[in-house]
Structures are given as structure tokens and as C-alpha cells.
């Protein structure tokens, strides 16, 4: 009966966390939205400057058009890029709360996918081996429990660290097969945390491989977003 009450208490907690980050990730989105909104209306006002500008430079511009003035006007380009950058980061202070949160907690996302990455496949081996050694089997019930904590704390985080991103196919697969994960895992850890003596069994074995070899999917597609499709070449 205590078993019981506390495997509800967790899951309503569960199911509590879920909703505040879902909450939070509609926050994220409004928030994302309207910064970009100021950033496009803050462009459209300074282009006829820049226009202006431009325009005013392009006879002396013509005149100075040799190598060297070129390799200048690069390596001043450079420079100017590498301090809008450092401009960018040091204008984050002057970013809402929420927003710079949702910014942090995203690149959280790198750090935390690697639990359910270790702990699904360890879980796998476990469970296949402790089928004749019994021996092995004593940590499957950690492994996929744990697995199904920080999936979908991954999962969500990936969501947030992706929100800033230009839209891609890739990205789309990489999020929604995330989502599977996590959903996935979660089921799985509700499964092994009630029914631990079917933690060897031929339906959690399945399980383990469908995740484990949809996390291989989910590496390549994040190496994919980060490196190009040709990163794996020999």
C-alpha cells in the first residue's frame, strides 16, 4: 500500500514538472518571438542609414579597389564580426530573466543527454546477460529508472537549447524523435519502478533496444546539426 501511495505521489510530482516546463517553454517562445519582432523592426529602421551610408562611401570605395585595400577590408570585417560577438554576450545581462534562463537551461542540453545515453544501453546489456547470469540483472531496475528521469529532462532541454535556432528538416527529426525518447523512457522507468521482476523479460528487452537504437538515430542526427552529414566520413 505504501508502495503504491508513493508511486502515485511521483508520478503527480511528474506530471506537475512536466506542465511547469511545458509552461515554460510557451514563455520561451513568446518571449523568442517578440525579441526577434524588435530585432527585425530595429533593422528596418537603421537599413535607410546604412543605405545612406553606403552610398556616400561608394566613389572613394571604387577608387581603392587594390589586393592589399581588400585583404584590409576583410581583415576589419573579421575583427568587427569577433567584436559583435563578444557585444552579443555581454548584452545578455540586459535580456529578461526568463528568456536568459531558458537560454541556459538549453545549453544544459549537451551535459545532460548523456545519462539517458549511458544508462539505456548499459540497462540493455544488463538485462540480456542477467537472462543466464541472474548476478548481472541487480542493477537494471537503477539503469532504467534513471534512463527514465533524465530522458525527458534531455528531451525538454534540447527543445529549449533548439528555440533560437533557424528552422531545418534535421532539427525537426532531431526534436521529435527526442520527444519519443523521452516519452519512451519515462514509460519504460514507470514500467520498471512497478514491475521489477519483469525487468528481464522479452517486452523490456524490446524496449531497450527500440530506445537504445533510437538514441543512436538521435546521435547522429545532433552530430548531423553540429558537424554536417558528411562528419562520420573515413
Same mark, same amino acid.
Given at each position: 500500500?505504501? #508502495?503504491?501511495?508513493?508511486?502515485?505521489? $511521483?508520478?503527480?510530482?511528474? +506530471?506537475? %514538472?512536466?506542465?511547469? +516546463?511545458?509552461?515554460?517553454?510557451?514563455?520561451?517562445?513568446?518571449?523568442?518571438?517578440?525579441?526577434?519582432?524588435?530585432?527585425?523592426?530595429?533593422?528596418?529602421?537603421?537599413?535607410?542609414?546604412?543605405?545612406?551610408?553606403?552610398?556616400?562611401?561608394?566613389?572613394?570605395?571604387?577608387?581603392?579597389? #587594390?589586393?592589399? #585595400?581588400?585583404?584590409?577590408?576583410? %581583415?576589419?570585417?573579421?575583427?568587427?564580426?569577433?567584436?559583435?560577438?563578444?557585444?552579443?554576450?555581454?548584452?545578455?545581462?540586459?535580456?529578461?530573466?526568463?528568456?536568459? =534562463?531558458?537560454?541556459?537551461?538549453?545549453? +544544459?542540453?549537451?551535459?545532460?543527454?548523456?545519462?539517458?545515453?549511458?544508462?539505456?544501453?548499459? $540497462?540493455? =546489456?544488463? $538485462?540480456?546477460?542477467?537472462?543466464?547470469?541472474?548476478?548481472? $540483472?541487480?542493477?537494471?531496475?537503477?539503469?532504467?529508472?534513471?534512463?527514465?528521469?533524465?530522458?525527458?529532462?534531455?528531451?525538454?532541454?534540447?527543445? +529549449?537549447?533548439?528555440?533560437?535556432?533557424?528552422?531545418?528538416?534535421?532539427?525537426?527529426?532531431?526534436?521529435?524523435?527526442?520527444?519519443?525518447?523521452?516519452? /519512451?523512457?519515462?514509460? =519504460? /522507468?514507470?514500467?520498471?519502478?512497478?514491475?521489477?521482476?519483469?525487468?528481464?523479460?522479452?517486452?523490456?528487452?524490446?524496449?531497450?533496444?527500440?530506445?537504445?537504437?533510437?538514441?543512436?538515430?538521435?546521435?547522429? =542526427?545532433?552530430?548531423?546539426?553540429?558537424?554536417?552529414?558528411?562528419? %562520420?566520413?573515413?
Amino acid at each position: 500500500m505504501n #508502495s503504491k501511495r508513493l508511486v502515485q505521489r $511521483a508520478a503527480r510530482a511528474w +506530471l506537475a %514538472l512536466m506542465l511547469m +516546463l511545458g509552461v515554460g517553454l510557451t514563455g520561451a517562445a513568446f518571449a523568442h518571438k517578440h525579441g526577434k519582432h524588435g530585432e527585425e523592426h530595429h533593422a528596418e529602421q537603421t537599413s535607410p542609414m546604412q543605405t545612406s551610408s553606403t552610398g556616400s562611401q561608394g566613389a572613394s570605395g571604387s577608387a581603392s579597389s #587594390s589586393s592589399p #585595400s581588400a585583404s584590409a577590408s576583410e %581583415l576589419h570585417e573579421a575583427d568587427h564580426g569577433m567584436m559583435g560577438d563578444m557585444d552579443m554576450e555581454a548584452d545578455r545581462s540586459k535580456l529578461p530573466f526568463f528568456e536568459r =534562463l531558458y537560454e541556459w537551461l538549453g545549453r +544544459l542540453h549537451p551535459v545532460i543527454v548523456h545519462f539517458p545515453i549511458a544508462f539505456f544501453p548499459a $540497462a540493455l =546489456l544488463t $538485462a540480456v546477460v542477467g537472462r543466464r547470469r541472474p548476478a548481472f $540483472a541487480a542493477p537494471v531496475q537503477f539503469l532504467v529508472i534513471a534512463g527514465g528521469v533524465f530522458a525527458p529532462i534531455a528531451a525538454m532541454a534540447g527543445w +529549449l537549447a533548439g528555440m533560437t535556432a533557424d528552422p531545418d528538416p534535421i532539427l525537426t527529426y532531431h526534436r521529435w524523435l527526442g520527444v519519443a525518447v523521452g516519452v /519512451g523512457g519515462a514509460a =519504460l /522507468g514507470v514500467w520498471a519502478w512497478r514491475r521489477p521482476f519483469e525487468d528481464r523479460g522479452a517486452g523490456m528487452i524490446l524496449g531497450l533496444a527500440a530506445i537504445t537504437a533510437a538514441i543512436a538515430i538521435q546521435g547522429f =542526427l545532433g552530430a548531423t546539426i553540429t558537424h554536417g552529414w558528411d562528419h %562520420l566520413m573515413f
